[in-house]
């Protein structure tokens, strides 16, 4: 792995320092020569490149090819402004199904076996991502997109479809639809979900599976490098990490701070180099995902693994001087057997003071049980056992991330649900002051 990878980087610092005048500026101005960069521990002496490089070289720009040689482009998910453009020769697009085929396969899917892929299609690269990998592996596809849940449904249960692609949140919406209209899972044929885009935790993780009746795994990617299948979990080692296809994409980990490359394992921004694209190959790329990578011996393939992505550097909400990824309340949220995973943050300034509610609804079962199906906003001093579990999840919140935060109980449907793409779970009304 490590000669093919070197034989490719070293192509690879060739072709983009010919072809492209960013790359041939960067290089000269920090004094290197694509002969410098032999190896990929070589890799450090380049700067990072990151999405402001992108935007300014909009839209086409960064390419290393004439346009006329680009067969499809794609945008990642801007928040504001312009999106970030990237470019794919016919032969990027090869690599793109060749990596989702191998995401597909190690998430149990088999040819044959039908797919519906409720990314959306469009620019966002889930739908058509997903869609010619999955026909590269041989499957059938139903190309639905995102949302339009009735749809969904019906073709989940006529279709019988063996395979689900979406977002994590957009998966436990359609779970809970399917509850909601006593759908039994009987009806439906689903074995494997492949859910990503956004980040999810073990929580939802169960809640899917049991909800959906299959297996779930994370798929990993980002347009700028490629789109879904950049990193992917095998089926028969849930939980331990996702497979990151390190012979197309070459990953470090990096200080956010400091930028220094950190030894194996730990914590830090995920760094990538695209190996073998063409059309808009990115050299040391941050992509703000905050994860690890280490080699796991006992597991059945010998790629690099990646862990599940903490959060972003920059959407890392800073509270009262402390770090909180919304994850972390994720986690301290399957704790608890009465609060469901349909949370939302709610950060807001009081004079200097930061402020984090933590919106959550409870249980169905215990919203049966006190009998709160009416009661819009949960009145906590009539129910003890409310103002109970309230004051045990602040507590376990401040022990687990160290800030105190305000809890809001809310019966089922008062949080915000996918409506087939990303989910926002973090509402700061600081940025309104700043
Ligand atoms: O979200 C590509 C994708 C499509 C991945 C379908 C998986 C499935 P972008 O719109 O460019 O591309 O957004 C990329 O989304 O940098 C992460 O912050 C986040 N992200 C993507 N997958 C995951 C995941 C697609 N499995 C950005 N877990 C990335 C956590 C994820 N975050």
Redesign the pocket.
Known sequence: MRKLQNERLRNLVNYVYDRVPFYRQLFDAHGLKPSHIQRVEDLHLLPFTNKQDLRDNYPFGLLAVPRQEISRVH???GTTGKP?VVGYTAGDIEIFSEVVARSLAAGGCKPGMMLQNG?GYGL???GL??HYGAEKLGMTVVPVSGGMTERQLMLLQDFKPEVL?C??SYAQALAEEIKKRDISLESLNLKFA???????TDSIRQHVQQGLGLQAT???????II?????QEDVEEPGTG?YLWEDHFYPEIVDATTGEVLPEGELGVLVLTTLTKRGMPLLRYR???ITNIYYSHSGKRTHVKMG??KG?AD?MLIIRGVNLFYTQVEEVLQMFEHLTTHYQLVVSREGSMDEVEVHVEVSQSLVRELGLEHISIVELCRFPVLSELNATFCKRLKENTGLTMRVHLKVTGEIPRSEGG?LNRIVDKRQVYA
């Open positions: 945008c990642s998910s970030t990314y966002f690269t889930g991502g997903l692609c977002t994590p492949l859910l990503g885009a956004e980040p999810w994370n798929i990993y990617g980002l347009s700028e789109g879904p299948g950049v990193s996702s992509t703000n995902d599940p992505i972003r959407g990303k």
